[in-house]
Structures are given as structure tokens and as C-alpha cells.
């Protein structure tokens, strides 16, 4: 939500969260492969973190291609209004998507047992939500940036 009320500068682009997403999921994994032979509680906690930090970048690589999208056409009123820039328009974003999708999936289900931390996360993706609310009602009553 800074990123479109404060400009583009200071923030990272849709491609520098995408490679440190990347590098996140990468390491996760390397991380929990090493959990299978090496049972220490410090690496399941570390893979766990190192994944949901990972999940971050890459959720907001993919709004952040959102609000870029926007940014490039002057966020033009029309049918759809701020949902016509919703990154979905080929198979590069669908990906982003469905890799955001796999990884809360998977720390849902690495949570499952943890109550505490399965909280947290619909905490989190709950704000998540209202704050893409919150910018649609704005965007729809036609406030400036």
C-alpha cells in the first residue's frame, strides 16, 4: 500500500522479490531436506521461517506486478476498474499465483499442529485482505494517491 501512495522510489521491484522469493524457496528446501536426516528442532523452525519469508516475497512480487501494471497505464478507470491490472494476463503471473498458492499451502499444513502460529497466519492473511479492500474502496471513490 506504500508503494502506490509514496511512488517507486525506495522500494523493491516485481523482479527483485521474485528472485529473493526464489532464493527463500530454495533454501527452505535445502533446509528441510536436511530436517529428514538431521532431526533438530532449530532446522524445522529455520525452514519453517525461511518459507514464510519466502511466501512474503513472493505475494508481494505479485502485487507489487499490480500496482507496476497500474502505474504504467495511469490506473485508468473502465469496466473493472483497479481489478483490470490484477496480474493474471499470462502464464508468468498465473505461476507467481500458484507458487504464493503451494507455499501457504504447504505452511498451512507444517502449521497444522501449531495452533499459535496457524492464528497468526489467518491473522496476517486477514489483514492482508482488508488492506486490497481498503485500496479498492479508495481507488473506487476516486481519492488521489
Given amino acids: 500500500m506504500a508503494r502506490i501512495y509514496v511512488g ?3 522500494f523493491l521491484y516485481e523482479g527483485a522479490l521474485t528472485i529473493l522469493a526464489l532464493v527463500s524457496y530454495i533454501s527452505a528446501a535445502v533446509i528441510m531436506v536436511t530436517n529428514l536426516f538431521v532431526k ?3 532446522l524445522t523452525r529455520l525452514g519453517l521461517l525461511t518459507l514464510a519469508a ?3 516475497f513472493n505475494l508481494s ?3 507489487m506486478r499490480w500496482v507496476e501494471a497500474g502505474d504504467a497505464e495511469g490506473w485508468k478507470d473502465g469496466i473493472n476498474g483497479v481489478w483490470r491490472y490484477f496480474p493474471l494476463d499470462n502464464l508468468y503471473p498465473l505461476t507467481l499465483g500458484f507458487c504464493a498458492g503451494a507455499a501457504i499451502t504447504t505452511l498451512i499444513i507444517m502449521l497444522k499442529s501449531h495452533k499459535a502460529s ?3 497466519l489467518i491473522a496476517l492473511m486477514n489483514r492482508s485482505i482488508r488492506l486490497i479492500k481498503a ?3 479508495q481507488q473506487i471513490a476516486g481519492d488521489p494517491r
Fill in 40 to 42: 533438530e528442532k532449530v
Fill in 135 to 137: 485500496a479498492y474502496r
Fill in 118 to 120: 496457524m492464528l497468526i
Fill in 61 to 63: 512480487g505479485w502485487m
Fill in 8 to 10: 517507486p522510489r525506495g
Fill in 54 to 56: 519466502g511466501y512474503s
